[in-house]
Structure formats: C-alpha cells, structure tokens
Nanobody, 125 residues
Framework: VQLVESGGGLVQAGGSLRLSCVAS????????MGWFRQAPGREREFVAG????????LYADSVKGRFAISRDNAKNTVYLQMNSLKPEDAAVYYC???????????????????WGQGTQVTISS
C-alpha cells in the first residue's frame, strides 16, 4: 500500500494550498481517509477525515471553516483544500487511511492502518 502526498509548499499567510494524496495497493473506496499534521516540537495531530462515500466529514476545531476535505474514488485520491492559512498551520501533512468505517476512528493514531510520507507546508507571515 502506498499513500503519496503532493501539493505542499511555501505560501503567504492568508493564502491557499490544495494537498492531494493518491492511494495505491488498496481498495480505496472501502477506506476512511484523512489528514494529520505535525509541526516542529509538537505532537502529531488530526486535521480532517472523510468516510468512503464522501459524507460525513470531520475536522479539528482549529481548521473548521478554513479547510475542506474531499475525495474522488475514481481517481483513488483524497484532497485537502486549505484556505486562510495561518502561521500555525505550518507543518508536515500526512495522508492516512483506515479500514474502519466509523468516521471518529480517523482521529486516532492507533486506528490508522496506513500513513503517507508527508508533504511540507510552510507559511510565511
């Protein structure tokens, strides 16, 4: 199984980025997908999750209203649209997958079956 993230980079505060994650080696449409992030010196944290059908979705309070997760099962891809970016959003963003269908399980690291290698998001103020 591979989860390959892309779309990270340097953006000014207030700007937008769209992350993508292409999955292979699994039946993508059967998995709950999500994103975690980890900033230097901080613990890894849940960002967003999406169930196999596209709804419901789940967000960390810190990104609600600014980030949007979506998926395209035909392309085995999950996206994270990030708007109104803040300096505190800077981190390595990881794509994750779990076989569990309950959306809440995507928030727990010990429930994650697969992790991507991460993509760096840097915010300039």
């Amino acid at each position: 199984v591979q989860l390959v993230e892309s779309g990270g980079g340097l953006v000014q505060a207030g700007g937008s980025l769209r992350l993508s994650c292409v999955a292979s080696g699994l039946t993508f449409s059967s998995y709950t997908m999500g994103w975690f992030r980890q900033a230097p010196g901080r613990e890894r944290e849940f960002v967003a999750g999406i169930i196999w059908s596209g709804s419901p979705t789940l967000y960390a309070d810190s990104v609600k209203g600014r980030f949007a997760i979506s998926r395209d099962n035909a392309k085995n891809t999950v996206y994270l649209q990030m708007n109104s970016l803040k300096p505190e959003d800077a981190a390595v963003y990881y794509c994750v997958a779990t076989r569990r269908l309950l959306i809440a399980t995507i928030t727990r690291e010990n429930m994650i079956d697969y992790w991507g290698q991460g993509t760096q998001v840097t915010i300039s103020s």
